[in-house]
């Protein structure tokens, strides 16, 4: 403010001004006790008023409490060190109007954004838009030198052509931002539309966007996380676009990300002070917080099972055997990854071929945990005198999380039958077994000795689903 001080007289009259807790302050012009200009200018000469020139008018914030304020009362003395504020009533203007919507909410942004700037320019540009939004002169009268301080009107051109010229830039910045970028806002989580899995890492989106629909940059959000951690800081920043896009890992079930952001209110408030008889306080409204929450379902690794089938005697491989892949009773069909039944065109469990040498054949992808039987459909040529149809071989195990689940199923050969003297009738002895063991002669042929952990995540490798026979 200028060097010129009045006695006071009018007690009754009020100032305004922002705190960079997004508050304001509305002051008498009573004597303050130890007011410190903050950041800004002091610009030459002052706007006279009062009949009297002055020397200077100071352009930026003060401290106040410990804290930085705006003033937004043009020429009202500068705030008591040490207000105590409380809730109170909405903003006006100098001369007791209301505020337009597109003003409140400039000011609710820009006090949120820039309240704790420590830029000279900033500040500078800050305090002048405030003044010329709340105390611009109504009409030529209001900027008559000769009238007191509680009615003159802020010089918005003149103000602005003593400011320097970063301040003046400054200035056309922040109201561009206002401008693009007040509220209301609105803020989203978006899951990852792929299925999540226990452990993996997914892509989440958090986005802010302003009133137009457009994403708001730099804007930082806090994170909380159910059934879930977070690849990094637990606050994330909007880049240019609106959007901060975060590695969520799920730990559970139910992952759940929520944001929660500080967004500029609709409009700035008043409020009363403690002590009644010097001052009022203006609460900006210009924080508010938003909060956005999205959920999503995530499963364990998915596991795989090994099949073996193998000669009992030999332990050697039996290739072109097939084998129904079915849950724990046999009947019904296992699930895959994706929670859905693995089953072939017929609808029934689906069955698998085994291939090779060592007659094995692997299916990926399966739900975990789940017990997992694999039935013989028919038997190889050459052994079946030994097959019950009622009762065929079968093993059984459960699948973990990540791992490989190893299944030998042994096959008894057809015996060759004897000669024997004459009269006698031939006989041949045949036999079948079935086991849920891994044999380490069969264990060796495949180059397995125990379960074997994997991550793999693909679609069935190696699986040839086949009709029933």
């Not at 509680?150 to 561009?176: C, F, H, M, N």
């Not at 929450?293 to 055997?321: F, L, M, S």
């Not at 495949?446 to 069935?460: F, K, T």
């Amino acid at each position: 403010m200028g060097s010129t001080t009045r006695r006071a007289t009018v007690v009754r009259l009020l100032i305004a001004c922002a705190l960079a807790a997004l508050s304001l302050v509305v002051v008498a012009p009573a004597a303050s006790a130890a007011v410190e200009e903050g950041s800004g200018y002091r610009t030459t000469p002052g706007q006279p008023w009062g009949g009297r020139d002055r020397a200077y008018d100071w352009v930026g914030s003060y401290r106040v409490g410990g804290k930085q304020v705006f003033c937004v009362s043009f020429a009202l003395k500068a705030p008591d060190s040490g207000e105590v504020y409380r809730p109170g009533d909405e903003l006006l203007t100098k001369w007791g109007d209301k505020l337009s919507p597109e003003v409140a909410a400039n000011i609710s942004y820009l006090l949120l954004r820039y309240g704790d700037t420590e830029s000279p320019d900033e500040a500078a540009a800050l305090a002048h838009l405030l003044h010329s939004w709340t105390a611009a002169p109504r009409s030529p009268a209001d900027l008559d030198p000769d009238k007191p301080f509680t009615e003159i009107g802020y010089d918005v051109d003149l103000q602005y052509g003593k400011l320097p010229a970063s301040a003046q830039q400054a200035v056309e910045r922040l109201r561009t931002d206002a401008e693009a970028n007040r509220g209301p806002w609105t803020a989203a989580v978006a899951a990852p539309e792929e299925a999540q899995t226990i452990g993996t890492p997914g892509e989440w989106t958090i986005s802010v966007t302003n009133a137009a629909g457009k994403g708001v940059p730099g804007v930082p959000v806090a994170l909380t996380l159910t059934d879930a951690e977070v690849d990094g800081e637990q606050t994330v920043t909007t880049g240019e676009d609106g959007t901060a896009t975060l590695r969520v890992v799920p730990t559970g079930e139910n992952p759940k990300v929520s944001g929660t952001l500080s967004a500029p209110a609709e409009r700035p408030y008043v409020q009363d002070p403690v002590t009644t008889d010097t001052q009022r306080v203006v609460s900006t409204g210009g924080e508010q917080a938003l909060t956005a929450e999205a959920t999503t379902q995530a499963v364990t690794p998915p596991g795989i099972v090994r099949v073996a089938k193998v000669d009992a005697a030999t332990d050697k491989g039996i290739a072109g055997v097939p084998l129904r892949i079915t849950a724990a009773d046999k009947t019904s069909p296992a699930l895959g990854q994706d929670g859905q039944p693995l089953v072939g065109e017929d609808g029934k469990p689906a069955v698998v071929t085994t291939e090779g040498e060592d007659g094995v054949v692997t299916v990926e992808n399966l739900r975990t945990p789940q017990e997992i039987c694999v039935v013989e459909v028919s038997p190889p040529n050459g052994y079946d005198d030994a097959f019950d149809p009622a009762n065929p071989p079968s093993a059984c195990g459960t699948v973990q999380p990540g791992e490989t689940l190893v299944l030998t199923i042994e096959n008894v050969a057809d015996q060759v039958p004897r000669t024997i003297p004459a009269g006698e009738k031939p006989t041949t002895v045949a036999q079948s077994a079935t086991t849920t063991s891994t044999p380490v002669g069969a264990l060796a042929g495949m180059g397995v000795l125990a379960v074997m952990v994997s991550g793999l995540v693909g679609l069935v490798a190696r699986r040839r689903f086949t009709r029933d026979r």
